[in-house]
C-alpha cells in the first residue's frame, strides 16, 4: 500500500488504524488525516477524532468510520451529513470498498474497503483519486492483494 501512498499529496484513513506504529508509517510517507475506528483502542483515540471534516480544494471532505451507506446511513451520520454538508463522505467499517453518488444528499460517497491483514475482507483495497479546481477525478480502486499476504 505504501508504494501507492508516495504519488500523493496525502494519506486519509477511515479508522481501524490498530497501532500508532501504523499511523507514524503513513505519516512518515505523507502528511495523514485520519478517524479513529471501532477497534482502535484509548492510544489511538487521543491522537485521532471520531469525525473529520475539512475542505480540500474547493471539496468539502467529511470522514468517520461507522455510517452504512447510501438509502442505508445511520442517524449519526445522517445528522453529520446536515451539519457538515460534504461533498464527499468517506467511512470505512464493513470492509466492503464502495463508491456511490447519493443524490438525495448531494455528495459522493466512499469506502475505501479494508488493507490490513485483519477481518472478514478477503481482498485488501484502497482509493486513490484527485481533488482538483472542485471536482473529483482519476479515481483508482486498488486492490493490493489476498488478506492473508504481507504486502508492503
Known amino acids: 500500500m505504501l508504494k501507492y501512498a508516495v504519488d500523493c499529496d496525502e494519506i486519509w484513513h477511515a479508522g481501524d488504524i490498530g497501532t500508532l506504529e501504523v499511523a507514524d508509517k503513513l505519516s512518515a510517507i505523507k502528511p495523514l488525516r485520519a478517524v479513529y ?3 482502535d483502542g484509548a492510544e489511538i483515540r487521543r491522537c485521532f477524532p471520531l469525525n473529520l471534516s ?19 446511513f445511520s442517524g449519526r451520520a445522517l445528522q453529520l451529513i446536515k451539519e457538515n454538508k460534504p461533498d464527499l463522505f468517506i467511512c470505512g467499517h464493513s470492509h466492503i470498498l464502495k463508491v456511490i453518488p447519493d443524490k438525495h444528499n448531494n455528495l459522493l460517497f466512499m469506502n475505501p474497503g479494508a488493507c490490513g491483514n485483519h477481518g472478514f475482507h478477503q481482498v485488501k483495497t484502497i482509493l486513490r483519486f484527485t481533488i482538483e479546481n472542485g471536482k473529483i477525478s482519476n479515481l483508482d480502486a486498488i486492490e493490493l492483494g489476498k488478506r492473508a499476504e504481507i504486502t508492503v
Open 54 to 72: 475539512f475542505e480540500m480544494e474547493g471539496v468539502k471532505v467529511l470522514i468517520t468510520h461507522i455510517a452504512g451507506y447510501p438509502g442505508k
Open 37 to 39: 475506528g471501532n477497534i
